[in-house]
Nanobody, 125 residues
Framework: QVQLVESGGGLVQTGGSLRLSCQAS????????LAWFRQGPGQEREFVAA????????DYSDSARGRFTISRDDAKNTVYLQMNSLKPEDTAVYYC??????????????????WGQGTQVTVSS
């Protein structure tokens, strides 16, 4: 079974930073493109950032670009999302997602095969 487990969420003040982690098991990690999505209260799940299976390519939403950085450590089967300059509108449950197809660039949630349980990020004013 494929399992993705997120961690690192929490409560932070506006302007603060958090680093989210997502560790994978049950799959060859280097075959996965990986992404972060988020879903706020009463909102649809939206794309945040992605990194290709080769780590040669990254993709960011307009909101994330310049503030967030996605990276991966294949030795630890882990993908990270470094979140800086956090704003209240970043408050959401953040989900890790994996895609085993080796096709990169589709931001729609349906393009991803595997999902974590989510980790809560709350940014206070």
């Amino acid at each position: 079974q494929v399992q993705l487990v997120e961690s690192g969420g929490g409560l932070v003040q506006t302007g603060g930073s958090l680093r989210l982690s997502c560790q994978a098991s049950g799959v060859a990690f280097t075959t996965l493109s990986l992404a972060w999505f988020r879903q706020g209260p009463g909102q649809e799940r939206e794309f945040v950032a992605a990194i290709s299976w080769s780590a040669r390519t990254t993709d960011y939403s307009d909101s994330a670009r310049g503030r967030f950085t996605i990276s991966r450590d294949d030795a630890k089967n882990t993908v990270y999302l470094q979140m800086n300059s956090l704003k209240p509108e970043d408050t959401a449950v953040y989900y890790c997602a994996g895609d085993s197809s080796r096709h990169f660039g589709d931001r729609h949630p349906a393009s991803f095969d595997f999902w974590g349980q989510g980790t809560q990020v709350t940014v206070s004013s």
